[in-house]
Nanobody, 115 residues
Framework: VRSAESGGGSVEAGGSLTLSCTDS????????MGWYRQAPGKQRELVAG???????KYADSVKGRFTISRDSTGNTVYLQMNSLNSEDTANYYC??????????WGQGTQVTVSS
């Protein structure tokens, strides 16, 4: 089973996007989940994480701009991204948090921010 991310796209600086993550085996519901991103030439990094109980953690670079959440069923995890800038351009993935599951990495969803 792999994650299924959606919601990426191209936006201008200052714009907003909401990413979604779900899967067919309810692993999202069963795990603490995180959003990760990887920009060209850079290592993949944690952007935000949320526990099953709703506790959240954010990278310093996105605090105050991004919000991670779950729907009421717990089957979908969202990443609301506001005030986007060019440094947010990356491929975004969801996976278990804080330790990703190697076999769970999906295709990700591309976010491109133009200035």
């Amino acid at each position: 089973v792999r994650s299924a991310e959606s919601g990426g796209g191209s936006v201008e600086a200052g714009g907003s996007l909401t990413l979604s993550c779900t899967d067919s085996a309810a692993l999202v519901r069963a795990n603490d989940m995180g959003w990760y991103r990887q920009a060209p030439g850079k290592q993949r990094e944690l952007v935000a994480g949320i526990t099953r109980g709703g506790n959240t953690k954010y990278a310093d670079s996105v605090k105050g701009r991004f919000t991670i959440s779950r729907d009421s069923t717990g089957n979908t995890v969202y990443l609301q991204m506001n005030s986007l800038n060019s440094e947010d351009t990356a491929n975004y993935y969801c996976n278990a948090f804080p330790v990703p599951i190697r076999s769970y990495w999906g295709q990700g969803t591309q976010v491109t921010v133009s200035s």
